[in-house]
């Protein structure tokens, strides 16, 4: 797991989990991510290299952005009204700001990739980043900066200067020629060799940020649909993705699903019966002639999946086209499920 996609699972489990104005214990944190037992039991500083201490890295680096309030270990930690919005917008929405917003010159871009490298500690279901001596990744060859060259000493600082100041890394200086340098969440994003919606691009899928309240679990789902597009290649990849798209279409359908909407004398439909659902939501909320196209159009997606899903022939058109109508789907009804 990369350091960001932490970051971001720590968020969407603290938002879950946050009540209003109220701290979350950490014991509780580290239970909803289902860390180890251990790591459930944080009273002080963890170990480096535990998952418990990854939790404490993401926290601060989540409150240095005001997504979340983390004032000590005792308290807990909540998620901030910032923090809600983040999550329910999708973390890459936001990861692509911070992108779009970080100008850097090609020396500190260069020494922030090589931090990053360096520092990132990834796991299973994990990860965590550590301190890095600067002048260890400064040289692209990799040989240490040693003896100590003046001028490129002063390359090196004010290339730490420029990444400090933009709240890309944390540094300490300790004696008059070492320093060391740990990159912040926002930094670990600008790492990123690609812009975090490159695989939208690279699918050819037009998307826009969604705006609706309580969708971040679904948003990351999306996300994670269209990067599948991106890297599938052959028949299995492309039945990969109806599945897929399957799976996200019976949970924005139970999303949306009011126990109301079953007509009298029906039984209700089940948890992963995507299309009953969608379609008593439909007649509830668009009954009547003029929206027969919707419900066809429901209707269409539903079954353009699941050819998608079983078909051994699944070819790239017709996943392109599940994929862009998903989006379109997922939009629809966060527009539609919205209070005003």
Do not use: C
């Not at 983040?86 to 890459?92: E, F, L, N, S």
């Not at 008059?176 to 912040?184: E, G, K, N």
């Not at 699918?203 to 679990?217: E, F, H, I, K, N």
């Not at 992963?272 to 008593?280: K, P, T, V």
């Amino acid at each position: 797991m990369l350091y960001i996609e932490w970051a971001s699972r720590v968020l969407t489990v603290l938002v879950e989990l946050t009540r209003p104005g109220g701290y979350v214990p950490m014991g509780a944190i580290a239970r909803g991510l289902g860390l180890p037992r251990q790591a459930a039991d944080i009273a002080q500083a963890p170990v480096e290299g535990t998952p418990g201490h990854a939790l404490v890295t993401a926290l601060e680096h989540l409150a240095d952005v005001e997504f979340v309030m983390f004032p000590n270990f005792d308290q807990g930690a909540g998620a901030t009204p910032a923090g809600r919005d983040a999550a329910d917008r999708g973390m890459r929405q936001v990861w692509a700001e911070w992108w779009d917003e970080s100008h850097l010159r090609p020396e500190p871009l260069r020494l922030l990739r090589a931090v990053a490298a360096s520092a990132e500690r990834p796991e299973a279901t994990w990860a965590d980043v550590t301190w890095v001596e600067a002048g260890d990744v400064w040289r692209p060859d990799g040989t240490p900066l040693e003896p100590m060259d003046l001028d490129e000493w002063e390359r090196l600082r004010d290339a730490v200067q420029d990444l400090n100041g933009k709240r890309l890394v944390q540094a300490r200086m300790f004696g008059r020629d070492t320093l060391a340098v740990r990159p912040m969440l926002k930094g670990m994003v600008r790492a990123l060799e690609d812009h975090p919606l490159s695989s939208q691009r690279r699918a050819g899928v037009l998307d826009w940020a969604g705006t609706a309240a309580g969708w971040g679990a679904e948003e990351q789902r999306l996300q994670g649909l269209i990067q599948e597009l991106a890297t599938a290649a052959d028949a299995d990849g492309f039945m990969d993705v109806g599945r897929r798209a399957r799976e996200l279409y019976d949970d924005v359908a139970a999303k949306v699903f009011r126990p109301e909407m079953v007509p009298d004398g029906t039984d209700a439909p089940g948890r992963r019966d995507g299309s009953a659902m969608l379609e008593m939501y439909t007649r509830s909320r668009f009954g009547g002639e003029r929206h027969e196209a919707m419900r066809a159009f429901l209707r269409g997606l539903d079954r353009l999946a699941n050819h998608l899903t079983h078909s051994e022939s699944a070819d790239r058109l017709t996943a392109f086209g599940t994929v862009q109508a998903m989006v379109l789907l997922v939009r629809f009804l966060q527009a539609a499920d919205r209070p005003d």
